[in-house]
């Protein structure tokens, strides 16, 4: 053991001893926290974690956590280096979201790094997350709404925008909707949320399935979601004939490409902006159409309940801190809701 001085050297020599008593593994005092964190990745994840979950968590750690702290060894951290990588996001302009995350990940490395007795405490889990700012949430009015469903009419996607609009669906969920999941019974016309499309990390486009139990459910069809899914019946039929033997939908996917393959996220997001570019808005990101729902849901008086059980949240308190409305005690869902909306009708919110 090497010191500037006998002190420094009997000093390290107590750490060490204090150290093993605890039953920290002195010889694992080099591993950095790069190395723990590909431990971690390699055998402290689940079995049934996803390879697209295990992609981002891997590159969270590479992009935000590891160029601050990678280097330097485990047990020379501190609190304090932890709150300089977020104070290095912060500046960046990151959003609260992905800072929570790598916050996190943080604490999960270091605590795979306390069971194989590499430290005796997890240096993150103290730290607090950083706020950033706070992401624009955009709705839209009854009026923009209509226009933008008009608009989609002449696009080969609009069916595509109208259900994701009509139902607040994530975009995955929306290109991820399988026909056996479609029931249009003229009495009770549901689909089935129960999956959605994901790209792997070599590429691939498969059907997941939800990540929380909210995430799966049934929602009824007003008769505007109806129509369009009835359109888009007929159209894929017509486009299925014109291709011929070069169709491949083996999924049964409701929305495709022209030959039946799943559709790309950047396609959609083209379409949904020329659609919106038409119909006078401007930008509209496949995402924004699930936060337009729930503004158009909530000034239609639905109760937060029903909302947050239309978009699949796992609480109501995710869609309360999420969309700030004020919320009308009616005992509307979104079928009429959305059904008046898309008319220009108005609805009473005295509605049973």
């Known amino acids: 053991m090497r010191g500037k001085s006998r002190s420094e050297v009997r000093t390290k020599l107590e750490e060490l001893i204090v150290a093993r008593q605890a039953g920290i593994e002195v010889l694992a005092r080099t591993t950095t926290l790069a190395e723990a964190a590909a431990m971690w990745l390699d055998r402290g994840m689940a079995a049934d974690v996803s390879e697209n979950t295990r992609a981002n968590y891997e590159r969270l750690l590479r992009v935000h956590v590891l160029p601050s702290l990678g280097p330097m060894r485990v047990p ?4 304090e280096h932890v709150e300089a990588m977020l104070d290095t996001m912060v ?6 979201s992905t800072m929570r995350l790598a916050l996190n990940l943080t604490r999960r490395v270091l605590r795979f790094a306390m069971a194989r007795d590499v430290v005796s405490r997890n240096v993150a889990e103290p730290v607090l997350a950083r706020r950033g700012p706070r992401a624009e949430r955009h709705g839209l009015t009854p009026k923009q709404a209509r226009a ?15 259900i994701s609009l009509l139902l607040g669906l994530r975009p995955g969920e929306a290109a991820g909707l399988t026909w056996k999941r479609v029931k249009l019974d003229p009495e009770r016309p549901t689909i089935t949320i129960a999956a959605s499309l994901r790209r792997q990390p070599d590429g691939q486009m498969v059907l997941a399935e939800p990540k929380t139990p909210t995430s799966r459910r049934r929602l009824g069809l007003p008769p505007e979601a109806v129509t369009a899914l009835r359109d ?16 491949h939908n083996e999924l049964g996917l409701v929305f495709t490409t022209e030959v039946g ?41 639905v109760p ?9 949240h796992r609480s109501v308190t995710v869609t309360a801190e999420i969309y700030r409305h004020p919320i009308a005690p009616v005992r509307s869902g979104h079928v009429a809701a959305m059904s008046a909306i898309v008319s220009g009708g108005k609805r009473s919110r005295a509605a049973s």
């Open 232 to 247: 888009q019946k007929s159209a894929q039929h017509a486009e299925r004939a014109w291709a011929g033997d070069d169709w």
């Open 76 to 79: 020379d951290l501190r609190s």
């Open 148 to 162: 933008l469903l008009r608009a989609a009419k002449d696009d080969r996607l609009g069916n595509l925008l109208t």
């Open 91 to 96: 500046e960046a302009d990151l959003s609260a």
């Open 261 to 301: 393959s799943p559709l790309d996220p950047s396609n959609v997001r083209r379409s949904m902006k020329n659609i919106a570019t038409k119909a006078g808005i401007g930008h509209l990101h496949p995402h924004l159409l699930r936060h337009a729902a729930a503004s158009l849901l909530s000034a239609a008086g």
């Open 304 to 312: 937060i309940e029903d909302i947050s059980d239309t978009l699949g």
